[in-house]
Every structure is written in C-alpha cells, then in structure tokens.
C-alpha cells in the first residue's frame, strides 16, 4: 500500500510563510514527477508547482516567484515553501506523485489527503 501523506497547513496571517511536507511511504520502487496542486471552495483543482525526479521545476503562474518547491529522494518526501502569502492563496493544498511499486509495473498516479491553508488576518 502506498500513502502520501501531506504536513504544514494552516492559518497565516497575509504576507506570512508557511511550509508544507509530503511524505510518500509504503512500496515504492521509485518516485517520478511530484507535485502540489490546490483546490478553493467552488473552484477546480489547479497545479501550484511540479518537480521531476531530476530537479526540474515548474510552478503555476499565480505562485512564481513566492513559492518554491524541493524534494528529498532519499526521504521520498516533498516540500512547497510558501512566502508572501495572500488571501486567494487559501485552498486545501493536495500532494501528487507518480510511481512505481517494482520493476515491471509503469508508473501510477497517487494523491494524497490534502492540507488546509487559510490565509487570513
């Protein structure tokens, strides 16, 4: 069994920073792309930034230059540094990773529970 399990929510007050973690366990062979995703209320589910197994990054358009994603492969673990952040940041913030649990098997899509952040004074 496979878990992503998402850390770091919470309330913050405008122009604070906070800083999320994503702990993938369980059979994993080997991580791919991972990624956070974000989801207000009454609105779809957006990509907030992506990062390759190599290193590579790619952030929504809203969140660059005040976010900033990393990983620790020999933690498999995620993170997204949150700064300056805004009101219409707040969201339930998802964790996302493609994976693979042995040699043979292609890569499968996992998410985790989601974390919540408010920003709000």
């Known amino acids: 069994q496979v878990q992503l399990v998402e850390s770091g929510g919470g309330l913050v007050q405008p122009g604070g920073s906070l800083r999320l973690s994503c702990a993938a366990s369980?059979?994993?062979?080997?991580?791919?792309?991972m990624a956070w995703y974000r989801q207000a209320p009454g609105k779809q589910r957006d990509l907030v930034a992506v990062?390759?197994?190599?290193?590579?990054?790619h952030y929504g358009d809203s969140v660059k230059g005040r976010f900033t994603i990393s990983r620790n492969n020999a933690k498999n673990t995620v993170y997204l540094q949150m700064s300056s952040l805004k009101p219409e940041d707040t969201a339930v913030y998802y964790c996302?990773?493609?994976?693979?649990?042995?040699?043979?098997?292609?890569?499968?899509?996992?998410w985790g529970q989601g974390t919540q952040v408010t920003v709000s004074s």
């Open positions: 990062i390759t197994s190599g290193g590579s990054t």
């Open positions: 369980g059979n994993i062979f080997r991580l791919y792309d």
């Open positions: 996302n990773a493609d994976l693979s649990r042995s040699y043979s098997d292609p890569p499968t899509n996992y």
